[in-house]
């Protein structure tokens, strides 16, 4: 793609690439975190790693679209890394049900967010678009597999979740300029 600095469909096409890649590497970091708190043999740590590997697919798919568009990836992703893990291995101390709820409140933004990105791109984009639905499609997923695998149930379920969102919302707004 040709652009220049300035160019406001471009930037906001980068914006989003920017804040996609960011979120699906926090993704892999929550997931890191949980991991190295549940191990590899429970039921939950068993649907966390499915769920882990296609976030890691996620984010290698928008890894390779940074480098191939010139995108500038967000400053904040030590942050990302270090916050990401840190609320993984947090919700899994608490039990597989916080463990849970921490995904269904981060697919819950996370749907919000990529709804949003597809009503803005339309047919402007068609591979961020095709890419960007496909993603949607497997986090709603696990939105789905964290609610029946108890997220409601997790202590200070209303609290918790409501923080998380909160969270995501933050990263999101800050990724995109950061």
Partial sequence: MNWKPGDRRADATHSMIRVDQAGEY??????????????????AARLVAGMAAQEERHRAFFDAMIARRGVRPTALQPLWSVAGFALGAVTAAIGPEAAMACTAAVETEIDRHYRQQLDELGDSDQELSDAVARFRAEELEHLDTALASGAE??????????????????AIALSKRI
């Fill in 153 to 170: 149930q997790a202590p200070v379920y209303p609290v918790l979740s409501g923080l998380i969102r909160a969270g995501c919302r933050a």
């Fill in 26 to 43: 926090g993704a892999t970091r929550i997931y890191a975190g949980q991991l190295a708190v549940m191990g590899d043999r429970s039921p």
